[in-house]
Each structure stands twice: as structure tokens, then as C-alpha cells.
């Protein structure tokens, strides 16, 4: 019995797929369709927001961006032991 409720749990998971980012574009866009996947390629917002423009999309900052810094005035807290 266990065994069937795991088979049936994974064949209706279906496959998945890992998001990608690329680490040298700033903006990406967010298409939501079909897969629902990110197109990182942009390098301001204004470029995103033409691309996106009359589409089922969003542009999002990409969190991996390789020259992304801290804000201004972000303290990062340390552990003392």
C-alpha cells in the first residue's frame, strides 16, 4: 500500500525542472505562460518593461547578479560566542 501511494506521488509531481539565473544580467523577465521561466538578459529596468510590454510578464531584479552589492546602510549582524 505505501508503495503504490509513492509510485502515484511521484508520477504526479511530473518532472521539474531547476530555475536558472544568469549572474551577468541585472533585470530579469518573468513570463508567465506555459513553464512559467525566467529570461535574464536585461540590463535596466526601462529595457525589461519594453519587452514585457502587451505580454503575460514581469521584470524582477535578478538576486544572483554577480556585481550585486549590499544596500547603503545594511549592518549585518554578527554571532559573539
Known amino acids: 500500500m505505501a508503495l503504490a501511494i509513492l509510485a502515484i506521488g511521484i508520477v504526479s509531481i511530473g518532472s521539474a525542472s531547476a530555475q536558472t539565473y544568469d549572474p551577468a544580467f541585472p533585470v530579469c523577465l518573468r513570463l508567465y505562460d506555459r513553464t512559467n521561466y525566467y529570461e535574464c538578459r536585461y540590463t535596466s529596468l526601462p529595457q525589461c518593461n519594453a519587452s514585457a510590454s502587451g505580454r503575460s510578464a514581469q521584470c524582477v531584479i535578478n538576486p544572483y547578479f554577480a556585481t550585486a552589492q549590499e544596500p ?9 560566542y
Open 72 to 80: 547603503a546602510g545594511y549592518w549585518r549582524h554578527r554571532r559573539v
